[in-house]
């Protein structure tokens, strides 16, 4: 097997932040993953020893950050080379809340989701956490942060990105099923009500529209 195949595979990267018993911590995953869209399930694979899997398991709910492509590398490096058994990671850090008192960020970030885990599956090194996601915001704007960008920023390269606007400004329609995109010529709105995902055949109503 050739390991390094792996390395192609595309993720994002992401503060899980938690706050059980008057403990708030955090640590970078790049493993935050939707599962399905309804209901809006996600999943998160955490290392048993990290603390921020400990009292994630403890609480059973979490917040995922999703880090933008401006995320200064030393945040990156606080709350994923560290661990909050001898720091306070939060501390300086602007954050906020969820309704499950849980720290998420909103400098840095392009949006954040409340997840409160429905099942934990034992998988060796590692948790894999099935959530529900019962709140999800936008924090900013921008492009993400991917695990590849990290890699490439850490090692002084720099990435082609950049966290300009898209100059484009047309409204784009995704479905929420198939992550098909809408490209037909009939502006989406005067699409008939009839009208069906030519991919996945779902209705009109599970398009989201996204500017
Ligand atoms: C780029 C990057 C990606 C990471 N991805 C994960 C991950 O998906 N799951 C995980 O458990 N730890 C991951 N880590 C490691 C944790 O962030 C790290 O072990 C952290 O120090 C744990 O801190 P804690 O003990 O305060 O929880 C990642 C670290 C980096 C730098």
């Given at each position: 097997?050739?390991?390094?195949?792996?390395?192609?595979?595309?993720?994002?990267?992401?503060?899980?932040?938690?706050?059980?018993?008057?403990?708030?911590?955090?640590?970078?995953?790049?493993?935050?993953?939707?599962?399905?869209?309804?209901?809006?399930?996600?999943?998160?694979?955490?290392?048993?020893?990290?603390?921020?899997?400990?009292?994630?398991?403890?609480?059973?709910?979490?917040?995922?950050?999703?880090?933008?492509?401006?995320?200064?590398?030393?945040?990156?490096?606080?709350f994923g080379m560290k661990s909050g058994r001898n720091c306070s990671k939060f501390e300086g850090i602007e954050h906020k809340v969820?309704?499950?008192?849980?720290?998420?960020?909103?400098?840095?970030?392009?949006?954040?989701?409340?997840?409160?885990?429905s099942s934990v599956l034992d998988i060796g090194s590692h948790y894999l956490f099935i959530c529900d996601v019962v709140e999800a915001?936008?924090?900013?704007?921008?492009?993400?942060?991917?695990?590849?960008?990290?890699?490439?920023?850490?090692?002084?390269?720099?990435?082609?990105?950049?966290?300009?606007?898209?100059?484009?400004?047309?409204?784009?329609?995704?479905?929420?099923?198939?992550?098909?995109?809408?490209?037909?010529?009939?502006?989406?709105d005067e699409l008939p009500d009839d009208w069906t995902c030519p991919v996945c055949n779902k209705p009109k109503s599970v398009f989201?529209?996204?500017?």
């Open positions: 097997m050739d390991k390094t195949s792996l390395f192609t595979l595309t993720y994002g990267l992401f503060i899980a932040g938690v706050e059980e018993n008057d403990k708030m911590n955090g640590c970078i995953i790049n493993t935050a993953v939707q599962s399905t869209s309804d209901p809006v399930q996600m999943s998160v694979t955490m290392m048993k020893e990290n603390l921020t899997t400990q009292l994630i398991k403890k609480k059973g709910s979490m917040t995922i950050s999703v880090l933008s492509l401006d995320c200064p590398l030393d945040i990156i490096q606080s969820d309704g499950n008192s849980n720290p998420y960020l909103e400098k840095n970030t392009l949006a954040y989701m409340s997840l409160n885990v915001e936008k924090t900013g704007k921008g492009q993400p942060m991917t695990y590849a960008d990290y890699r490439a920023l850490k090692s002084g390269k720099t990435v082609s990105k950049t966290n300009d606007e898209p100059s484009n400004d047309k409204t784009t329609y995704i479905c929420t099923v198939c992550h098909y995109v809408y490209d037909g010529e009939i502006p989406f989201l529209a996204e500017s």
